[in-house]
Nanobody, 124 residues
């Protein structure tokens, strides 16, 4: 049984930083592309960033480029999202997702497994 468990969310002020973690189990982690998506209040879920199985390819949404950094530790079966210079518009539930696609997809439909999400709230 595949499980993705996010942690690290919380309430912060604009300009602060936060680091999210996603722990994976039940899959061969090093063969999956991993991604973070988010869903703000009243909005559709949107792509944030994705990383290839070995970390050599990373794709960012324009809205977070330069502020967010994704990384992974295949030995620990974990993926991380470092979020700096947070803005109120970053407020959302952040979801970790895993895809067996080789091209590091940015669309939800290509992700096979999802976590339950962690809430990030940025106050202005």
């Amino acid at each position: 049984q595949v499980q993705l468990v996010e942690s690290g969310g919380g309430l912060v002020q604009a300009g602060d930083s936060l680091r999210l973690s996603c722990a994976a189990s039940g899959l061969t982690f090093s063969t999956y592309a991993m991604a973070w998506f988010r869903q703000g209040p009243g909005k559709e879920r949107e792509f944030v960033v994705a990383i290839s199985p070995r970390g050599g390819i990373i794709r960012y949404a324009d809205s977070v480029k330069g502020r967010f950094t994704i990384s992974r530790d295949n030995a620990k079966n974990k993926v991380y999202l470092q979020m700096n210079s947070l803005k109120s518009e970053d407020t959302a539930v952040y979801y970790c997702a895993a895809s067996f696609e080789v091209d590091v997809p940015t669309t939800m439909a290509k992700y096979d497994y999802w976590g339950q999400g962690t809430q990030v709230t940025v106050s202005s």
